[in-house]
């Protein structure tokens, strides 16, 4: 079997994806005005979780392991660069290991769902778990102004894309409720998945 049958196609968002982080590393002079001191793993970092774990289609050949190499190829470049500008090694670890954590459980996931016919369920727990909250509450707080129960916070504090977006700004929160989350939808996918598999052979019969 040829290789390009193996790996499939990169999915187009990837491609967007790549080209979208690579420009946030372009030492241009808008970029660098806008971004300023913020560090630049924690940028593309974002792009990347949002990108890989997005609900895949039931039909099509693209599989996200090839979006996730060309992801740690440029979240690398990234965290080389956040080296020189000044950040300590700590810093960027603090930042890259629960992100390579989330980069392999939601697309996982994500991947999971798919084999097993379940992408309509990882799509709602991916809108209300992973994105929808932090859109939400930002549209709250910056456009209407308004200040958010406890209750809302809490599941905002639950995602793991809040949880990257919160380390632009040198956020000190603790990972592990994101980390938990990222767990909880693969292991929902990955039951999903085992079941259908056993399933399968009594059908057949």
Same mark, same amino acid.
């Given at each position: 079997m040829p290789l390009e049958g193996e790996l499939g196609h990169p999915p187009l968002m990837s491609i967007l994806c790549l080209i979208a982080s690579l420009a946030l590393l372009l030492p241009w002079e808008g970029i660098e005005g806008s971004l300023g001191a913020s560090s630049r793993f924690s940028w593309c970092a974002l792009l990347w979780v949002a990108t890989l774990s997005l609900p895949q289609a039931a039909t099509?050949?693209?599989?996200?392991?090839?979006?996730?190499? +060309?992801? =740690?190829?440029? @979240?690398?470049? &990234? *965290?080389?660069?956040?080296?020189?500008?000044?950040? /300590?090694?700590?810093?960027?670890?603090k930042i890259a290991w629960p992100t390579l +954590?989330? =980069?392999?459980? @939601?697309?996982? &996931? *994500?991947?999971?769902?798919?084999?097993?016919?379940? /992408?309509?369920?990882?799509a709602l727990l991916w809108f209300f778990l992973i994105s929808g909250a932090p859109l939400y509450a930002h549209a709250l707080?910056?456009?209407?102004?308004?200040?958010l129960p406890r209750w809302f916070e809490f599941i905002r504090?639950?995602?793991?894309?809040?949880?990257?977006?919160?380390?632009?700004?040198?956020?000190?929160?603790?990972?592990?409720?994101?980390?938990?989350?990222?767990v909880l939808l693969f292991s929902v996918a990955a039951t999903s998945a085992d079941g259908e598999s056993e399933d399968e052979p009594e059908h057949k019969k």
């Open positions: 099509g050949t693209a599989r996200w392991t090839v979006g996730l190499g +060309l992801g =740690l190829c440029v @979240l690398g470049l &990234a *965290a080389h660069l956040d080296l020189a500008s000044g950040l /300590s090694a700590l810093e960027v670890w +954590l989330f =980069l392999f459980l @939601l697309p996982a &996931a *994500a991947a999971r769902a798919k084999e097993a016919q379940r /992408s309509v369920q990882y707080e910056a456009w209407g102004g308004s200040e504090s639950a995602s793991p894309l809040d949880w990257v977006a919160s380390q632009q700004g040198g956020g000190g929160e603790d990972p592990w409720l994101p980390l938990g989350v990222a």
